[in-house]
């Protein structure tokens, strides 16, 4: 079975630009993730999606950082425009509905100069 | 957002020794959850723990949920160079079942 597939793997951008992640969850969850780990750090969530439909953006930059996820299967991440405290590994996540386990992407680095 | 302290944040061993890890926490959870993350790699479950008190074996690995809910431990007999990582605990919320991860415990074991 694949597991989460993400991509890029690595992304340097400077401040004020734009970046979008895209994050294809195993096939039949109907639950994403989003999740942002600072160096030392643990992952913090940024969004949950259940099936198109948004759960927890509670802690989303929600003036610089938006997500979507419009046909219930992948979804993307974007930041506009990225500061640089924004340099992290965005890290997607998918689960059966009803279940406790999440199975972890590779993330995607950002560096932001 | 309920905060878990991990102890400690850096763990450097000689292979066949022992190691504990420490998650603590004042919050109460409904179960909880150690992961392994390795470096370029998204964490991987290792084992959730669901009863006060409860005791879980995964070969060399023995984890443990205290009485309370609030803390766990995580113990490596004999540890491999494959051990090395990140090794991260999420407590899980009764009411909304998020994960609340601890910063985590780096453990290089040495050859």
């Known amino acids: 079975e694949a597991g989460v597939a993400q991509s890029p793997r690595y992304k340097i951008i400077e401040k004020r630009q734009s970046v979008a992640f895209w994050c294809n969850p195993i096939s039949g969850h109907a639950t994403l993730y989003w999740y942002q780990q600072i160096l030392g750090q643990g992952p913090k969530l940024l969004i949950q999606?259940?099936?198109?439909?948004?759960?927890?953006d509670s802690q989303l930059p929600k003036d610089r950082f938006s997500a979507e996820r419009l046909k219930g299967v992948d979804s993307t991440l974007k930041i506009q425009p990225a500061k640089l405290e924004d340099s992290a590994v965005y890290l997607c996540?998918?689960?059966?509905?009803?279940?406790?386990?999440?199975?972890f992407g590779p993330g995607t680095r950002l560096t932001v100069l | 957002t309920q905060l878990l302290e991990q102890s400690p944040q850096f763990l450097s061993i000689q292979e066949g020794e022992n190691l504990t890890v420490y998650c603590n926490s004042s919050s109460v959870f409904s179960s909880l959850q150690w992961y392994r993350q390795e470096p370029g790699e998204g964490p991987v479950l290792l084992v959730t723990?669901?009863?006060?008190?409860e005791v879980k074996k995964l070969k060399r690995l023995t984890f443990q949920f205290g009485d309370a809910r609030k803390d766990s431990s995580l113990h490596i007999t004999a540890a491999q160079p494959g051990d090395t990582g990140l090794y991260l605990c999420a407590g899980i919320d009764f009411n909304d079942y998020k994960l609340s991860f601890g910063a985590g415990t780096t453990v290089t074991v040495r050859a």
């Open positions: 723990v669901v009863t006060g008190g």
């Open positions: 999606f259940q099936n198109n439909g948004v759960v927890d």
């Open positions: 996540a998918s689960s059966p509905q009803g279940y406790n386990e999440q199975f």
